[in-house]
C-alpha cells in the first residue's frame, strides 16, 4: 500500500490531503493544515510551514502539488491532428510566439481537451525554469520530492468526474465549472463530469483583496480585517446591520475584478463549444464567504454551490472545511487516477523528471531479486529455443545449396565459401553472367551524389561498360564536387567531365559526363 499526499501550496495556509491505496481502491487518512507565517518570499514562507503539515500528516511514499501563485501562464492551442507524437513535435514552435520569455528557458506541458477528425484542441501550460526549480528546492528542503507537479486548474479532473448526480448538468451535453477562490489566486476548470476538462486557466484575485477592501472601509490593520472577514463579512441577505452593509460594499468592490475576469471565461467556452455551462462550483477559502455563492449565482445567472468532496473523503475533512480542502483533495485523486481519461499534465519531465529515491528501491529490492531471476530463467530457456530453431535452419540452408550446387556444378557441396568459389571460375556457368546491372549501376550513382550538392540530371544512359549523364548545376565547384564523389565506387574507373556551358542567364552551368565501368576481379570488402 502506497501513502499518497496531496499538497495545496496556498498562499495563505498549506492543505494537506493523505490517501492510503490498495488494490480496492483507496482510504482517507488524514487532513492538516499549517498557516503560513509573514513575509515576502511565498516560497521561504512554505518551506518553514511544510515541517509543521508533515509532522501531522506522517511520511508518505508519493507527492502531487500544483504550482503556487500566478506562476503558470496558460494557453488554448488547436492542433490540425491529434497524434500525440505530431503533437509533441510541433506544439513548441505553436506557442513559442506566444510566450514573454524564450521557450529554452521555459518547461510546459499539455494535456488534450477534446480531439475529432479534425483535429485537437489543448490546454497547455508553461512556467519558467527558474521558477519551477525553485519549487522543487523548496520542497526538497522538507524531505519532499513531488513526482507530479500539475496545473492548478487542471487537477480538479477527477473531483469532475466524481460529482454527485443532484451536482451533475441536466443536459448530457451540459458543462460544469469550477471555481477555487484561493487567497491571491483564482483557478478556473470548465469541463463535462463524463468527459473532463475544456477550458482551464488562473488569474489574480481573491481572499486577500476582500481583506485589504475590509481594511480600508473599516480601518482596521490587515490581522484585524482578516479576522473580521472570517467572523463576520457576508454578502447578500447574509449581511446584517450597518456594519455588515460596509462589509458587503467591500467585498463586493474586491471582487469585482474577479467578476471582470469571470465572465468572459465561461462566455468564451460557451461560444467555442456551444455547450451551455449549467452549473458554478465554488471552492477555495473565500468561498466560505456567506452568502457568496447567492450572490454570484445573482451575477453569472448559473446555478452555484460549493464543491462537495466525495463522501470517503468528507468524513476525514469535516464539513466546514471541505471548500478549503477541495484542492489538496483534487491533488491526492490525481495521483491514484489511471486510464484514458486520466489527466496526463505534469511539469516533472526532462531534466525535472522525476528520479524516484534509494529507500522506495530498498523496500522493492525483494521483488526486483525475484523479477530478475525469473527473468534470468526465461533467457537461458529463450537461448536453448532459439539455438535449437537456428540449427534447423542451417539444416534446412545447407540442403537447399546442395540442391544448387548439384544442378549447376554436377556435385553436392555445403561449404557457401567453397560453393561460391566454384560458380564463379571460369569455367563455370556462371562466368559469363556480369558483375553489375543496370539498376545496380543507377543505384551507386544516385546514392553516391551528395544531398547537399544541388545538381539535377535530366539524361541517364546506362550500359554495363559505360554511363552518360547530361546534369545541371550552380557552378563548376558542383560538378568538381560532384566527380570526386562517384570516383568513390570501385567499379567507376574513370569519370570524365564534358564541355562546360553556362545558362542564357548566367545563373546555371550545363555539363556532360561520362562514367567508363569497370569492376575490379577482387570483391569489395
Known amino acids: 500500500m502506497a501513502r499518497i499526499l496531496g499538497l495545496d501550496l496556498g498562499s495563505f495556509s498549506l492543505k494537506g490531503l493523505v490517501l492510503e491505496t490498495s488494490l480496492r481502491g483507496f482510504t482517507a487518512r488524514g487532513y492538516a493544515e499549517a498557516p503560513l507565517g509573514e513575509g515576502v518570499d511565498r516560497l521561504a514562507r512554505i518551506a518553514a510551514a511544510l515541517p509543521e503539515l508533515m509532522s501531522r500528516l506522517g511520511p508518505v511514499d508519493t507527492v502531487v502539488v500544483a504550482l503556487p501563485g500566478p506562476s503558470v501562464v496558460t494557453h488554448q492551442v488547436s492542433m490540425p491532428f491529434s497524434d500525440a507524437k505530431k503533437i509533441e513535435a510541433a506544439l513548441g514552435f505553436e506557442i513559442e510566439s506566444q510566450l514573454p520569455f524564450e521557450l529554452s528557458d521555459g518547461v510546459f506541458d499539455y494535456q488534450v481537451a477534446s480531439a475529432d477528425e479534425k483535429g485537437a484542441q489543448l490546454v497547455v ?263 535449437l530453431v537456428l540449427e534447423r535452419r542451417d539444416k534446412q540452408l545447407d540442403a537447399v545449396l546442395c540442391d544448387v550446387t548439384t544442378k549447376v556444378l554436377g556435385s553436392c557441396e555445403k561449404d557457401f565459401t567453397r560453393a561460391l568459389n566454384m560458380m564463379e571460375g571460369k569455367e563455370s556457368p556462371t562466368a559469363g553472367l556480369p558483375k553489375v546491372s543496370a539498376v545496380n549501376l543507377l543505384a551507386e550513382l544516385s546514392s553516391r551524389i551528395p544531398p547537399e550538392l544541388k545538381v539535377t540530371m535530366d539524361q541517364i544512359v546506362i550500359d554495363l561498360d559505360r554511363i552518360s549523364v547530361r546534369c545541371e548545376a550552380k557552378s563548376s565547384k558542383e560538378m568538381d564536387d560532384l566527380i570526386t564523389a562517384l570516383k568513390t565506387y570501385r567499379c567507376f574507373k574513370e569519370v570524365k567531365p564534358g564541355k562546360l556551358e553556362k545558362s542564357k542567364d548566367g545563373s546555371k552551368v550545363n555539363f556532360r559526363l561520362d562514367v567508363q565501368v569497370e569492376c575490379p576481379s577482387t570483391p569489395a570488402s
Open 125 to 387: 501550460g508553461v512556467v519558467k525554469k527558474t521558477e519551477l526549480q525553485a519549487l522543487l528546492d523548496a520542497l526538497h528542503t522538507a524531505k519532499l520530492e513531488p513526482r507530479i507537479v500539475t496545473h492548478p486548474a487542471l487537477s480538479f479532473q477527477n473531483l469532475l468526474a466524481s460529482l454527485p448526480a443532484d451536482h451533475r448538468p441536466e443536459n448530457p451535453d451540459g458543462a460544469v465549472a469550477v471555481v477555487d477562490l484561493g487567497h491571491e489566486r483564482v483557478s478556473v476548470a470548465i469541463g463535462r463530469p463524463d468527459v473532463g476538462i475544456e477550458t482551464a486557466r488562473t488569474f489574480a484575485g481573491g481572499g486577500a483583496a476582500i481583506t485589504k477592501a475590509i481594511a480600508a472601509a473599516e480601518g482596521l490593520q490587515p490581522r484585524e480585517a482578516q479576522g473580521f472577514k472570517e467572523l463576520r463579512a457576508a454578502v447578500g441577505p447574509a449581511s446584517q446591520g450597518q456594519e455588515g452593509e460596509r462589509g458587503t460594499l467591500a467585498v463586493l468592490k474586491a471582487l469585482a475584478p474577479v467578476l471582470r475576469e469571470l465572465r468572459p471565461t465561461l462566455k468564451g467556452y460557451t461560444a467555442r463549444t456551444r455547450r451551455p455551462i449549467e452549473r458554478v462550483l465554488l471552492c477555495g477559502g473565500t468561498a466560505r464567504l456567506p452568502g457568496l455563492a447567492e450572490q454570484l449565482q445573482g451575477d453569472l445567472g448559473i446555478a452555484t454551490s460549493l464543491l462537495p468532496l466525495p463522501a470517503e473523503l468528507a468524513e476525514v475533512v469535516g464539513a466546514e472545511r471541505q471548500a478549503v480542502a477541495a484542492q489538496a483533495a483534487a491533488l491526492a485523486l490525481r495521483a491514484k487516477a489511471s486510464g484514458a481519461k486520466a489527466p496526463r499534465f505534469n511539469l516533472r519531465r526532462g531534466e525535472f523528471a522525476f528520479k524516484g529515491d534509494l529507500d522506495f528501491v530498498k523496500d522493492k529490492a525483494g521483488q526486483l531479486v525475484t523479477f530478475g531471476a525469473v527473468l534470468l530463467v526465461l533467457m537461458i530457456a529463450g537461448g536453448v529455443v532459439r539455438n
